[in-house]
DNA sequence: CCAAAATTTAAACAATTGTTTAATTTTTTC
DNA sequence: GAAAAAATTAAACAATTGTTTAAATTTTGG
């Protein structure tokens, strides 16, 4: 009688799984795995707690499903700009601009993921179908070549990520510390968002190239 | 025969009381609200549940207390770079060194601020006394002092918060997500949160402060 | 040393948790 | 349109939640 969500009935009834996935993942991202129920859930969805189980086994299997989603969200405004064939410049302009409108659409993904991350609520490490992707984009060799060339400055490609997610996540996660410390609304914390993207965008371009209009 | 933790009998033994405090530190602190028991927190302590009720009331209140301090000591160490009389520039580069070695020594504090505001685990506004000695250590004056006389490029205070906040505090944050995503250790991690405060400091004081050696 | 106060405990509380069962309704299939 | 399958529901489950009660123990003060 039960089944568990398998591809095989895909010309059944898409529409329930999908809005309990939709409930579930509003749901998890604003409150967290820890901190909402599955009756939040149900309740989002509008029907019943079994509903849940019947589609997705357990809430654990719910979560990861969500987060799985998010992660790759999360990782799929990358790509899009990484696999064009534009300058290192370029690219690096493009995903500060790419992130700061993907995650004005979505600020709960970064601490979603961050968090879940830092709480063990998902066991698995990143699966390879993630990474490989942004890997095949040649984005690693086309730094290191720019970097043998003198163009780029001797940073290794892990700070660069580091320095780049650090500008570009943090905004999105501490808005409510922001908005308490400089006592601001959240009308000006945006406004702060914007010029923060073109501050960084100056910042990291001008460290990392190095200009060869030297006089 | 109850009392609530006043301050009157200070003389009497402290220590359980710190030890329950102690313990909800750690488990609040890499569990976060929600993904801990109170029965957690008294297993930790090594004794009955009854006991954190009895000295604080109520888990909600317990909780209060201990973000409460978290909170201060995630501002203190501000506020002693600010209150010295070093130069603007010397106190961006020591806030700077000051935190990231601040934040070695309590790597989750971080997450446990943000992801705590996020999810309004604290309904109270920041006090302010928290905010106002970092006002009355006359930083944002000289700041304003600084880009006055041109040394400082023009940008706002809020912006410049946002920039170090940043670069100091994600990286923390995002130990997990750095290590899965260039599935790295935490050895190599560390070694890149070494290398990362050296170039957030030249990055940062590069940009913020305009050089008068021009030729 | 002894009563009073403070501390600590075990046990129970009602409510909520994730999950399962079994019955009911809806949809599909022939 | 009737039998079979799938979807949905209400109800119950045992376990865990935060909190309270009342009794037991320890500490305090005269």
Redesign the pocket.
Known sequence: ?R?ASQSV?MK??QS?EEKIKAAAKKVFMTKGFDG????DIAKEVG?????L??YFR???KLFELIFEGAMSDFLQSMIAVFSSDLTLKEKVEQLIDKEFSFFLEHPELPMFILQSLHQNKTDAPMPSHFLEPIANTGIFEQFEKAKAQGEVRDISIRNVTLLLMSNVHYPFMSKKLTMQFHGITAKDFDEDLKKHKEIVKELITNYLFISNTKA
Chains 1, 2 share one sequence.
Do not use: F, G, I, P
């Open positions: 009688m089944r009935d059944r009834d329930t909402c129920s599955v009756r029907s019943n707690v079994a509903l189980n019947y357990s809430k654990e």
